[in-house]
Each structure stands twice: as C-alpha cells, then as structure tokens.
C-alpha cells in the first residue's frame, strides 16, 4: 500500500514517515525543493519505499497535479500534512489563508482528476484552531468537542497573525468537508481530520533543531534557553505528543470506525509555567539557570486562562494512551540539551 505525505519534510511529517515505513508501507512524500527531498532520503538512510517529490508551494492552484498525473495511480490514501504554521506576517490571506485552503483544494482536485479510483482514504491535518479561535481557547466558560467550529469569519479572522493563523485552519478544514459534500459520486475516499493542540515531544531527527525549529518546539525552546528572572509568555492551551500525533494519522486510515471524523487530540491542559516547573525539577544543569516564573501556580493559571475540552470521543475511537506532559517536556528537553552540547 502507498501512502502520500504533503509537506513529508515538517516536525510531524517527519515522524508520520517513520512510522509508515516501520509499519511496511510505501511512501511518497512532497517537500518543497530538490536539497530539502534529497536531505530527508538521506535521513531515511535512502530507503527503498520512500521517495520524495517536489511540490513548491501549496498555494498555487494545482500545485499537486503533475505529481498526481504521474504517480496518482499508485497512491491508495492521502495524508495532507503541509500548511504554514508560522506567525511572521503582515499578509495574511497571501501567507497563511491561501496556501492552507489552496493546499487542501488543490490536493483533492488531483486526486479527483487524477486518482479518483484509487486513492480510498484522505486524512486531513486540521488543527484545535479549527474548532475555536485564539480568543475563545482561553474562555474558561468554553467545553470544546469533536462538533465545535472556530466561529471566526474570512475577515475577523485577520485580527492578527494568531488568529489568522487559526482562521487559516478552519477554513482549509472546511474546504475539505465541503469537497467531500460536493463530489461525493466522482471520488471513492472517506476523509477524517485530525485536529491536536499544541505539539510539542523530540524532532524525529535532532538537526532539525538546528536548522530553524519549528513554531510549537520553539515554545518550548525559548524556556530552556531563558534566564534567570526573565519574563516569559504564559501559552496556555490543549498539548499532545508529537509521537501520538503520527501513531493517530495511522489510525485514522486503518481504523474504519475514524472515517468521517475529526480526531480532537488533547491528553490535557499546559501552561508554559507547568513546562518550567518541570524543567527546573527534572534538570539540575537548568535549575536556578532558567526563569522559575511562579512555581506551582500553573493549575490556577489555567483554571482561568483555559478552556475545557471533551475528547472522549476520539480516546474510545483511538483506544490508545498519550503521553503524559512531563514525559513530553522531559524527551522535549533532552533532545534540546543534547544538540546544545554539541554546539
Ligand atoms: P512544520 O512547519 O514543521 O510543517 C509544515 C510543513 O508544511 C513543512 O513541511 C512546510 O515546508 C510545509 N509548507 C508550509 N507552507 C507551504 C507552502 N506554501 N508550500 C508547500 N509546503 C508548505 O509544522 P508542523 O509539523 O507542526 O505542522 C504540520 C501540520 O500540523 C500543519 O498542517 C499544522 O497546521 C498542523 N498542526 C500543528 C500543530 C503544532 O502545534 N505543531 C498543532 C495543530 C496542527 P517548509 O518547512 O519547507 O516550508
């Protein structure tokens, strides 16, 4: 069975990769360039069921054509990873709401046009931004589940880069469903969403941490390399590993009992203070080095700043364990400890 990957070279991507191969399927992954694709065969130690293709950019109309005409007939399920994730703009339907909803057209529209016989499930990678905006995320009023929308309209959702990011997610998400709606007799694929909170756990390959960490580890990063006393951003939200990330997009299309859903993927609530009470405990090289913030007030914090979410729905369709945060930040921090070292 082949699998493809778009955006095969990402933080989740990654570890999607690893465990296809290791389960035994056949990979095609899409990354943006020649160097970034040979770099990721070479990572693989050039395994012979993966290989890579180079799609550019996702929010050109299209952009997976060529690839699907020539390779689409091989292809039985779809994982469509790539969007941008990133907070560095002023142009926010050119860098992030166009690319994440021409990326999930245009990925559909190929296999539609190209491999509607035989691509038989489509896993989106959707987001708990899907499901509520960066505003109603903190309303401690707010339980979110499996059936919740982002209310945010095309244009509200340009308030700034978070919540365009966010908008960026649903209405890519919504894409896909609608899709579906729409050409329900010319495409044979059941479609499912996997939406997680913040992603934090190791690179699947520690380089990547040098060069140019991605936006959710970089959360992580900045509290292992603050200092004493200093001020850090309180993130407070829904997190999830970044190992039950990928074991869940396996699930989503070989468990049929995941078809048509989203996938809602919390173990629980973090703070970013929780993340440095557990680094100052867990490391004696940060301790006293690292900010302490205001050790233990993370659950009042929360308490306040969080909303609740339900996803006992996606735990019984998934019926595995996540790992929990400390184990997380622990494997989190170590990977970044050792490439420190290193340097
Ligand atoms: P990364 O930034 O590591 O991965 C994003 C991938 O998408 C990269 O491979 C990137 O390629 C590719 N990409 C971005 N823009 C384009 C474009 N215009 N054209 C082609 N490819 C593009 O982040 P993550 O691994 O964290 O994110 C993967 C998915 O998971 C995204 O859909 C994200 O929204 C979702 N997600 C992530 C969460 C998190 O906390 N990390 C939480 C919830 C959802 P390149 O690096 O070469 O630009």
Excluded at 71 to 85: D, F, M, Q, T
Aim: proline share 3%; glycine share 6%; with cysteine.
């Amino acid at each position: 069975i082949t699998v493809f990957v778009s955006g095969a070279t990402g933080f989740i991507a990654l570890h999607v990769v690893h465990d296809l191969l290791k389960a035994g399927y056949k990979v095609i992954g899409s990354g943006r360039s020649q160097e970034k694709n040979d770099g990721i065969l070479k990572k693989f130690n050039n395994n012979p069921n993966l290989s890579m293709e180079i799609v550019k950019d996702i929010a050109i109309p299209n952009a997976f054509d060529d690839v699907f005409q020539r390779r689409g007939r091989e292809i039985k399920v779809v994982l469509h990873i790539a969007s941008p994730v990133h907070f560095k703009t002023t142009d926010f339907e050119k860098d992030l709401l166009i690319p994440a909803v021409n990326g999930t057209k245009s990925i559909l529209e190929a296999i539609k046009k190209y491999a509607a016989d035989t691509v038989e499930k489509v896993v989106v990678t959707s987001s708990v931004a899907a499901l509520a905006n960066n505003i109603d995320i903190k309303n401690n009023n707010l339980v979110i589940t499996e059936e919740s929308w982002n209310k945010d309209t095309w244009e509200s959702c340009q308030a700034d880069a978070v919540a365009a990011y966010c908008g960026s997610k649903k209405f890519a998400e919504q894409a896909a469903w609608n899709f579906l709606k729409e050409n329900q007799s010319s495409v044979k694929f059941t479609l499912s969403t996997i939406n997680p909170g913040f992603v934090f756990g190791p690179q699947m390959f520690a380089d990547s941490l040098k060069d140019g960490i991605n936006s959710s580890s970089g959360i992580i990063a900045q509290l292992v390399r603050s200092k004493t006393g200093g001020k850090f951003y309180n993130y407070s939200g829904p997190f999830i590993d970044v190992r039950d990330v990928s074991k869940a997009h396996l699930a989503a299309f070989e468990n049929s009992e995941c078809a048509g859903e989203r996938l809602l993927l919390s173990e629980d609530l973090f703070c970013s203070q929780e993340a440095l009470d557990i680094l100052n405990e867990e490391f004696p090289q940060l301790k006293g080095k690292i900010t302490a913030g205001e050790p233990g007030s993370g659950p009042s914090f929360l308490e306040k700043n969080s909303c609740r979410f339900d996803n006992s729905k996606t735990k019984k369709l998934l019926g595995f364990k996540f790992h929990n945060f400390r184990d997380c930040i622990v494997d989190t921090a170590s990977q970044m400890l050792e490439v420190q070292n290193e340097a």
